[in-house]
């Protein structure tokens, strides 16, 4: 069978799954689902800058705190209809992530690891210490937020513009990742150099894919304003990176089915993990050991043996980027 | 603030960020042997250090064991776990063309694992200390105070530190880490054996936290969150350049003096923070470190 009618077959049925949802579950389930929305978009921004343009930035949740506080703060102080604050924190997150990405995307690998790692702790920072934006330790209450005389107060109100914006964002991925762009972000990813001298210019695409990804981080951040009223620093740590991140690897680092299977699958086993407290962190442990130890590519790693040989494996991870839902 | 008192928080701060400076220094060393060796940024080192501390507490509650016992045990069963979770996981991981994420991921499998199995035990739940074998007494250096436990403290990771200098420049297994570290191929084909190289250098890593960690508990808590020290080994590594040796010891004194300072000068709320700022002062300023050479550009 087809690999793209299967993937239009799963949006199907994942489209009829989100239609039916609210007529039938309660609210918890709902507000599940809408975090499930925002960590689709999560990993998705961080499937461009690691899967598509392979760099590795750890920097995804200060992002997605600027996107959160950008939002919640604009919400309380003009009352501005919900698309334009969250807007407002995917412009700031890029500007920002630009900045960033200008004085850090002239290292590779590990250090570039190293460096937005430090970056997402010292942003963390920020936001704990910072106590006239943020509320620092004692954390933000937020407005709801508005649309033309229309407050969202709850789970099911949020629900459907949460998941319509997840779509928009699923949809220009896949925009994103089949044009000309998305196939000179892959070239960079396999060698900058070989890139270069076929005229990319190999800075621009990183710096523009982590721009990229800085702004889906920060909208993300904007969605969770939708439907949560309460947001403290301590969930804006290194973990909730590091949920990003094993969402993407998980799911098959460079494929975009990869990157929202991932975000849901482990959306929910990190939210059923959150009941059983104690052993939370053994379990998430063993996970990412056992995912790396016996399927390190992930569940979607492209198909068949070509995933066995390294160069092969890239061509497949290039293709199934291409082939790649809707 | 006086002049007066700024030079005595200045040698305050010099000599109390030596002795933290060490220690941190040790697990440094740790982490930049492992990344020359296997390639792997170990973000798993903070949990060995946590991990050795509980071994020793659950030892000295549990079994109640002589200290001596207690301390020899620890050294053993830390670096026969490093060296487990290198032969087990961390070489099947690298044979399947694991790459950079990839390895970073399993250390991080490995943090949540250690973190979640202490959480487990209970024994988490109440920070204790370590039992000290040196006296709590003063001594004055200069205008400086310090313990004796803190004299000690130094004095036995100068001394790990030039064991391990000797252990690489003169014995054959540090030679053949070395050799590894600069090129496992052609390391391979002189007749050294990869696997049990990189088996030994996380043994190694076992013991250096395992050291590190009897010799800062006597002095600050343990709780699941001494973790976190290892921030400030990375930034000590990240420094000295990340792949240097020498680097890592430099880098870890210099943040601990630095670190300390912060305290005295500025305010302790600054210190978290610390780390972080001089991991990218030192990236974006000299991605290479003190130590680290020249940047080497990658050919196609």
Known sequence: MKRCSLDHLALAVLLAVLCVLPFTVTGYVLYVVNLLMVFAVLSLGMHIVIGEAGQFALSHTAFYGIGIYTAGILNAAWHPPFFVSILAGGVIAAILGYVIGFLALRMRDIYLALATFAFGEAMQWVFLNWESVTGGSNGMQMQPARLFGLRLTNDLQAYPFVVGIAALMLWITVWLS??????????????????????????????????????????????????????????????????????????????????????????????????????????????????MMFKPRGLFSGTGKRGAKPRASADAVATTGRSAAP | MSLGDIWLFLQQGLLSGLVTGSVYALLALAIVAVFKTTDVPNFAQGEMLMMAGYVALSLLLLARLPYVAVILITLVVMSLGGALFQRVVMERVTGSRGVGVQLVITTLGLAYLLRGLVRQTGLGDTPR????????????????????????????????????????????????????????????????????????????????????????????????????????????????????????????????????????????????????????????????GLFGGKVQVKKV
Request: hydrophobic share 60%; glycine share 10%.
């Open chain 1, 178 to 291: 089949r044009s000309q762009y998305g196939s000179a972000l892959r070239a960079v990813r396999e060698s900058d150099v070989a890139a270069m001298a076929m005229g990319i210019n190999a800075r621009a695409m990183k710096q523009s894919a982590f721009v990229i990804s800085a702004a889906f981080a920060g909208i993300a951040g904007g969605m969770y304003t939708l439907f949560v009223s309460f947001i403290h620093p301590d969930s804006l740590g290194f973990q909730t990176t590091i949920l990003v991140l094993t969402m993407v690897v998980v799911g098959g680092l460079g494929s975009v089915r990869g990157a929202i299977a991932g975000a849901l699958v482990l959306g929910v086993i990190s939210e059923v993990l959150r009941q059983a407290q104690s052993a939370q962190e053994i379990i998430y442990g063993l996970i990412l050991l056992g995912f």
């Open chain 2, 129 to 288: 200390s370590l039992p000290s074998l040196v006296s709590g007494d003063t001594v004055a250096i200069g205008e400086a105070v310090l313990t004796k436990l803190d004299i000690a403290i130094f004095v036995t990771a100068v001394v790990v530190m030039l064991l391990i200098y000797f252990m690489f420049t003169y014995t054959r297994i540090g030679k053949a880490m070395r050799a590894v570290g600069m090129n496992p191929r052609a390391a391979q084909i002189v007749g050294i054996r990869l696997s049990r190289i990189r088996m030994m250098v996380w043994a190694m890593a076992g013991l250096i936290s395992a050291i590190a960690a009897l010799l800062i508990t006597p002095k600050i808590l343990i709780t699941p969150d001494i973790a976190n020290i290892a921030i400030l080994a990375y930034a000590a590594a990240i420094v000295g350049g990340f792949t240097s040796l020498p680097g890592a010891v430099v880098g870890g004194l210099l943040i601990g003096v630095v670190e300390n300072m912060v305290g005295l000068f500025i305010s302790t709320n600054a210190i978290v923070v610390a780390p972080f700022l001089a991991i990218l002062v030192t990236l974006i300023l000299r991605p290479q």
